[in-house]
Nanobody
Framework: QLQLVQSGGGLVAPGGSLRLSCVASGFTLDTYTIGWFRQVPGKEREGVSCISSSGSTTKYADSVKGRFTISRDNANMTVYLQMNSLKREDTGVYYC???????????????WGQGTQVTVSS
């Protein structure tokens, strides 16, 4: 059974950093594209970043470019999202997702983690 378990998140002051982790089980991680998405109340889930199965391709939303870094450790079945210089508008529930398709945000991804709250506030 494919499962994604997230950790990290929490409350951080503006300008601070957090790292989110997404641990996969039940499937071979290196055959899946992994993405990070976020959602705030009243809005649709939006793509933040994704990384191809090999790690050779990454994509970022314009709002997080230069501040967030996605990486993966296939041997340890884990994908990370390092978030630096956090802004209040980064607040939301963050989800990791997995799919066999390409690194993109336009389609509905098949598998999701449980979500983790990130709050950027002073």
């Amino acid at each position: 059974q494919l499962q994604l378990v997230q950790s990290g998140g929490g409350l951080v002051a503006p300008g601070g950093s957090l790292r989110l982790s997404c641990v996969a089980s039940g499937f071979t991680l290196d055959t899946y594209t992994i993405g990070w998405f976020r959602q705030v109340p009243g809005k649709e889930r939006e793509g933040v970043s994704c990384i191809s199965s090999s790690g050779s391709t990454t994509k970022y939303a314009d709002s997080v470019k230069g501040r967030f870094t996605i990486s993966r450790d296939n041997a340890n079945m884990t994908v990370y999202l390092q978030m630096n210089s956090l802004k209040r508008e980064d607040t939301g529930v963050y989800y990791c997702g997995a799919d066999v398709r390409l690194c993109a945000f336009w389609y509905q991804w098949n598998f999701w983690g449980q979500g983790t709250q990130v709050t950027v506030s002073s």
